[in-house]
């Protein structure tokens, strides 16, 4: 079974840096485009960011962009979502995915392409 594991969330002061991690185990993990998402109270779930499998090339909404910086180290099964200049609107509960087909990259921000979910951290950002 494909089980993430996200890691990393807390509480945060506005302009502070928070690193997440994502660990996933049961796949060949290095075929897989990988992605975060988050979902702050009451509302849907939003893409954050996007890694290829390979790691060369990412994606970022424009809420994060230049903020944010997804990375993955393929021998550790890991994905990171570092996270830099918070803002009180980045509170949110932060999820990792696994794409649903390996080697693909097409709807990069679209939860329909992501078969396996972890739980969530939370990230709580203060003003």
């Known amino acids: 079974q494909v089980q993430p594991v996200e890691s990393g969330g807390g509480l945060v002061q506005a302009g502070g840096s928070l690193r997440l991690a994502c660990a996933a185990s049961g796949r060949t993990f290095n075929r897989y485009a990988m992605g975060w998402f988050r979902q702050a109270p009451g509302k849907e779930r939003e893409f954050v960011a996007a890694i290829t499998w390979h790691g060369g090339t990412t994606y970022y909404a424009d809420s994060v962009k230049g903020r944010f910086t997804i990375s993955r180290d393929n021998a550790k099964n890991t994905v990171y979502l570092q996270m830099n200049s918070l803002k009180p609107e980045d509170t949110a509960v932060y999820y990792c995915?696994?794409?649903?087909?390996?080697?693909?990259?097409?709807?990069?921000?679209?939860?329909?392409?992501?078969?396996?979910w972890g739980q969530g951290t939370q990230v709580t950002v203060s003003s």
């Open positions: 995915a696994i794409r649903r087909t390996q080697f693909t990259w097409n709807n990069f921000s679209s939860r329909n392409e992501y078969a396996y």
